[in-house]
């Protein structure tokens, strides 16, 4: 598999944090208003992406994500890209659906939402980037950040483009997107702004945040480019809509794929960004896979994960977690798993508690294990490989 | 180019000579209350009548679900002021089916297609493009691990909480729904596929043109977001195209093709 240059990438996160607050422990959880089913949440600052007034267009929240996760992103603007957009379902921001209830017997309704559907995000945020190559939309529910890794990584490897960006956002984090989860048991119900606890015993299930992030993907040379991905793996579960497996397997597939030509991963691999949503089923399956996946090694590896400062952000979540993997690599510090008190029995795993620690390596591998069942490992390294 | 194996389709409205084609199948829609969406539905009718190998390669392109705003209507029946937005907006939300959110999620279909076959290898999900087709096929034939590719559309453009929308669109056009699933494989005999060039942007963007039609396809066919690079391969096969190439648009200035070649 050949290796692909990251220029460039960027984040817009919860509380609008970057690297230097994640090595720090800060969190972005903060209280939600009394309209949210549950208390806590991870939110943007206001003043970062505020509701644009246009009565004539409403432009989804989602795509406003991403426009700035595009505005934050240094990459040439003389260059050919392509675009692969990670921007799940916006069916469930508010005006979409009330227009939509509303649009029953007067579809003329739903004209200042049609900027919601088909290829209109899509369109709207190639527009933006000045993009004239291929682009394509994905959804892979949480796993869309890093599937849309892996499909420019193909389109390089094909040979479509020699450039692409990626740009993944999620903004479901509003009354009715959270109502969603809550009603499905996935959330987090506690009223602490410490709720978030990947790992712990104590965990019980996620806390909501909402972002974007965009990398830019190439396989032209570029010798100050902080890593390069250099491998990636992806199964299915083929169980259940939101459960993770009994047998552990492809969940593993997709990590040794993804680590296909790192001979010994536990000497080799200097951080693991964990899915680590903080539910029961997900985070146990995880200590089962990393068990499996580094042996004997297994306690010399730096793993953590960001969604305890910055709760989940479902589609952008593992392209955020994607690019501070990158912050690590050039860095050499580990972000650390906040809230992590008591960690689960027989995890003899290194999950970087309460503090960020040095680590070594050339390689990292990021993970996400998406509802639906989809599993999706990034190797990245720090030169090409 | 890839080989293409064997094919099936479950869709709403005949498609002229293709419903002669064996494996294609006119269907209705059954509701089966919260459990499933109708593009899902439509993806595994048209599944089952294909053998894939649980370890094949798989990319889904997904059109609208189709069903999940009905689901928010008790609850804005129940606001003092009839806004779903509007006051206890908390407490009524406790009313949204557990399943309600997962019937929005665009990754329904390859959830579903993966859960009901077993299928365990690699996963894409591509949504809302009918250029997608072409952007995908660039993609997977540069797959060397996976001798098998599962490559299913499906769309629910035409239900009632979504004919609507899809109209903003195409305003004076019948809208067809369903799935269309292709097999390919290194020993398929039925036809090659392949789309070596990249997408490009069309230089003048041609918006809400009801008389363009987003794909190469004969007049009077009806319309379907994400199908129709599937409904231009059923064409071929059931008309006897030796080759051609076929284009493809998203009505916003961006355009994909793909060639079909009858072996």
């Known amino acids: ?385 | 180019m890839l080989r293409l194996a064997a094919f099936s389709a479950a869709l709403t409205r005949p498609l002229g000579t293709c419903m002669d084609l064996p494996n294609v199948t006119l269907v209705e829609y059954e509701d089966d209350e919260q459990r499933r969406a109708p593009a899902s539905a439509y993806a595994l009718d048209a599944l089952s009548r294909l053998e894939v190998p649980t370890d094949a390669r798989v990319v889904t392109i997904s059109g609208p679900p189709g069903k999940f705003i009905h689901h928010m209507e008790p609850i804005r029946q129940r606001s003092p002021d009839g806004r779903l937005m509007g006051p206890k907006l908390a407490r009524r939300l406790r009313r949204l089916h557990p399943y309600g959110l997962l019937l929005c999620l665009q990754n329904q279909v390859s959830a579903a297609i993966s859960m009901e076959f077993g299928l365990t290898g690699p996963c894409m999900n591509l949504i809302e493009g009918t250029t997608a087709f072409a952007d995908a096929l660039c993609t997977l034939e540069g797959g060397k691990d996976h001798e098998t590719t599962l490559l299913v559309m499906s769309s629910a453009a035409d239900r009632p909480e979504q004919r609507e929308l899809t109209k903003l669109k195409f305003p004076d056009s019948v809208l067809v729904e369903g799935a269309i699933c292709f097999l390919f494989s290194p020993d398929g005999e039925l036809g090659l596929v392949g789309a070596t060039a990249s997408g490009r942007a069309t230089s003048e963007p041609k918006k809400n043109n009801p008389k363009e039609r987003p794909a190469s396809l004969p007049p009077g066919w009806p319309h379907a977001p994400c199908l129709e690079g599937g409904m231009c391969v059923l064409w071929a096969l059931a008309s006897g195209i030796p080759s051609k190439r076929f284009w493809l648009s998203d009505g916003h200035g961006y355009q994909t093709s793909f060639d079909w070649q009858k072996l």
């Open chain 1, 1 to 385: 598999m050949t290796s692909f240059a990251v220029p460039s990438h960027a984040i817009v996160a919860p509380g609008d944090l970057d690297y230097p607050d994640f090595v720090a422990g800060r969190s972005a959880v903060v209280r939600l208003p009394e309209t949210f089913p549950v208390r806590v949440g991870a939110p943007l600052p206001e003043d970062v992406c505020p509701p644009h007034a246009n009565a004539e267009l409403i432009m989804p929240r989602g795509v406003a994500l991403a426009l700035e996760a595009c505005d934050r992103l240094e990459y040439d603007p003389d260059a050919h890209y392509g675009l692969v957009l990670a921007l799940p379902t916006l069916r469930a921001e508010p005006e979409f659906v009330e227009r939509s209830l509303d649009a029953v017997g007067d579809p003329s309704g739903l004209i200042p939402v049609r900027s919601f559907f088909g290829e209109a995000p899509l369109a709207e945020v190639a527009e933006h980037l000045g993009v004239d190559g291929p682009r394509v939309r994905v959804d892979t529910a949480c796993a869309s950040g890093s599937d849309a890794l892996i499909f420019a990584h193909q389109w390089l490897e094909a040979g479509a483009v020699e450039d692409v960006i990626v740009v993944a956002s999620t903004a479901m984090l509003n009354p009715l997107g959270v109502a969603g989860f809550n009603n499905l048991g996935t959330l987090s119900r506690d009223d602490d702004l410490r709720a978030s606890r990947p790992f712990d015993v104590a965990r019980n299930g996620f806390v909501m945040g909402e972002g974007a992030a965009g990398m830019w993907l190439s396989s032209r040379s570029h010798t100050s480019a902080p890593g390069y991905l250099s491998g990636y793996g992806q199964s299915m579960n083929a169980t259940h809509m939101t459960g993770v497996p009994e047998d552990i397997g492809v969940m593993l597939r997709a990590c040794r794929s993804a680590l296909a030509r790192v001979p010994n991963p536990g000497k080799d691999l200097a951080y693991i960004s964990a899915h680590g949503t903080a539910t029961r089923a997900n985070d146990a399956a995880e200590i089962r896979v990393y068990r499996e996946l580094l042996g004997e090694d297994r306690a010399g590896v730096a793993i953590s994960s960001l969604k305890s400062m910055i709760g989940h952000c479902l589609g952008a979540s593992s392209l955020i977690e994607a690019c501070v993997c990158l912050d690590i690599l050039v860095n050499g510090q580990a972000t650390p798993t906040i809230n992590l008190e008591v960690p689960e029995p027989n995890s003899d795993l290194d999950f970087v508690p309460n503090k960020a620690k040095e680590v070594s390596g050339d390689f990292v591998l990021s993970n996400a294990f998406g509802f639906g069942g989809h599993n999706s490992s990034l190797l990245f390294s720090r030169g090409q490989f």
